[in-house]
């Protein structure tokens, strides 16, 4: 699938680093370096703009390597891009852990994930099928 990019970054464009690589890395884009203290949110811009085409979403998701080092991750993970927006994509990035965490440019805060999707119709319906289920939720099935 072939989708349109705009790179205003100096970086490269976001790419599959193992051939079975779900995600794509995406890169800080930055004039200076920004500093995420403890509990505090920064929205980081990457420098690309992407047209999707219908049907399907960009999924911005934490990169492991900086939740498991740092407690940084992606706070609405995973944040949607839809097809039909133009804007830059950007990350919305929180610190949990203990140490103010430096963003420099080109840093790899995110990975990008490019998924189909459906669209629904609603049925009304005054009862829904039984299953094994049922309503048990929340921890039903175990810890």
């Known amino acids: 699938m072939e ?11 976001p ?6 690589s779900a995600g794509m890395d995406l890169r ?5 370096p920004m500093t995420l203290d ?4 920064c929205l980081v811009p990457t420098g690309i703009f992407i047209e999707l085409p219908t049907g399907y979403e960009a999924q ?3 990169r492991s390597g900086l939740a498991a080092k740092f407690g940084v991750t992606v706070l609405n993970s995973p944040g949607t891009i839809d097809a039909d927006y133009r804007g830059e994509v950007k990350v919305i990035l929180i610190n949990h852990g203990k140490q103010p965490f430096v963003i420099a ?11 189909k999707h ?4 609603w049925v009304n319906s005054e009862q829904l099928e039984e ?5 048990g939720g929340f921890g039903s099935t175990g810890r």
Request: proline share 8%; hydrophobic share 35%.
């Open 3 to 13: 989708v349109k990019i705009i790179n205003r970054s100096s970086h490269p464009l």
């Open 131 to 135: 299953s094994l289920r049922g309503q």
């Open 15 to 20: 790419a599959y680093e193992t051939p079975d």
């Open 60 to 62: 911005v998701r934490p």
């Open 118 to 121: 459906e669209r629904i119709r």
């Open 28 to 32: 800080a884009h930055l004039t200076e």
């Open 105 to 115: 440019d080109g840093e790899r805060v995110a990975q990008l994930v490019v998924a």
């Open 38 to 41: 403890p509990g505090e949110r």
